[in-house]
């Protein structure tokens, strides 16, 4: 499927240009047909290599020799002691880091992010999706990602955390402002300092409350978690709590978000759905291909040369997966650039793929399936209140999300 021809040119392409932001397919599809290999600077790392079509997207997710883990590719330095603390613990989270940490790591959190736990929430998403566009259906012009995309999934995973209701409003506000990454350089991480250091303090207690008396809830199951006498110590298990807040409540947001925007811009689509209930699980899968809520994966290191279309990547340098350019390749995808809700099959790499695949994906499909459902019963004749182009697009590099999204309820 990947033209073997070697390339000569490296372009260097900005992918925080504004245009680039706003509609970042046509470069990928130029990458994709004519540079396979390109490069890019980005905070903190400088120049990464983008590898951008599918095979070669795959192939790099599954090599061991495209580490997550900058340690290993590093000598074993350590994370930087000018660090803050709660930079330095999201450092060395289950996401990057390699096996044999990685399947240590991963195996103590499967037995407290179960399927059966993911499984038993249902009826209580169903209850907060209600809630929600209760609120919303009183305004009759809402911003969707505000009033919906947001606070559903938040809602969500601080129900399942067992974060106490009198502390929520704190808690929501607190972890919206970390969410937000208006770009990925050292600034805006240091303007997240407060709410971080806000959440980390808030999650201590939370887990000395939960030492002491364990209640039905992730953190106590995430502080039980244990095999052959292994536990997560205290800084794992922060870590863990960051990513799980942070990794699965962003693609469900955009997920949400961006999919709605998608079915609105695509009636035909739209009411196909409304029509056959009975598709929406291939639907959200098509969303996730579609829409892109994780533009790539974390950055890559290499530990050895590899080479690739006739070029070397060098030891020691970085690459980006660009799982978004992946996921329209025409090679792998019929009419990649159509919306195609029955489509099947469907090998989209939105979660990732490998020893890395998003763990919170199960949760993910769950929110969607139920927040597209009951957006499309409850609201028939829902529209954009502005024109397409005026739609905002966030302007960070790893994700795909929208600043806001304008819609009259009907």
């Not at 900005?14 to 004519?34: F, I």
């Not at 169903?126 to 809630?131: L, S």
């Not at 969707?144 to 409003?169: C, Y």
Request: proline share 7%.
């Amino acid at each position: 499927m990947t033209v073997a021809a070697p390339v000569v040119d490296i372009p260097l392409v900005n992918l925080s240009a504004p245009e680039v932001r706003a509609d970042p397919y046509l470069l990928y599809a130029r990458l994709r047909e004519s540079a396979p290999l390109a490069q890019a600077k980005v905070p903190m790392f400088g120049r990464v290599w983008l590898i951008s079509r599918y095979a070669d997207v795959v192939a790099a997710l599954k090599d061991p020799r495209f580490s997550s883990d900058q340690r290993n590719a590093t000598a074993g330095e350590g994370t930087p002691r000018w660090l803050p603390r709660i930079f330095r613990i999201l450092a060395t989270s289950m996401v990057v880091t390699d096996d044999p940490d990685h399947y240590r790591l991963r195996n103590l959190v499967h037995q407290a992010f179960t399927p059966k736990r993911v499984e038993g929430i249902a009826a209580r998403v169903e209850a907060i999706t209600a809630e929600l566009l209760d609120r919303a259906a009183a305004k009759r012009q809402v911003d969707l990602l505000a009033d919906f995309a947001l606070p559903l999934p938040l809602t969500v995973i601080s129900e399942m955390m067992g974060v106490p209701a009198r502390d929520r409003l704190n808690f929501h506000r607190w972890t919206a402002k970390f969410l937000e990454t208006p770009s990925a350089g050292l600034g805006a991480m240091l303007a997240q300092l407060p709410n971080g250091v806000r959440l980390l303090r808030f999650f201590e207690n939370v887990i000395a409350e939960r030492r002491a008396n364990p209640q039905d809830d992730l953190v106590s199951a995430l502080v039980a978690a244990e095999e052959a006498g292994d536990r997560l110590n205290e800084e794992e298990l922060l870590s863990m709590i960051f990513l799980l807040l942070l990794a699965g409540h962003e693609t469900t947001v955009n997920l949400i978000a961006n999919g709605t925007l998608a079915l609105l811009q695509h009636p035909d689509q739209l009411e196909r759905l409304r029509a056959d209930p009975g598709l929406m699980a291939r639907a959200v899968e098509e969303l996730l291909r579609f829409t892109n809520p994780v533009e790539h994966g974390t950055t890559r290191h290499l530990l050895e040369d590899v080479t690739l279309h006739g070029v070397t990547l060098p030891k020691g340098s970085r690459a980006l997966a660009l799982l978004s350019s992946a996921n329209r390749d025409e090679t792998v995808f019929d009419n990649a650039g159509r919306l195609d809700l029955g489509r099947h099959p469907n090998r989209h790499v939105a979660f990732g793929l490998g020893i890395h695949y998003c763990l919170g994906a199960p949760l993910a499909r769950l929110e969607g399936q139920i927040a597209f459902q009951a957006l499309i019963e409850r609201f028939p004749n829902m529209q954009l209140t502005i024109p397409p182009e005026r739609v905002r697009w966030r302007s960070a590099l790893a994700v795909r999300g929208l600043k806001a999204l304008p819609v009259s309820l009907g």
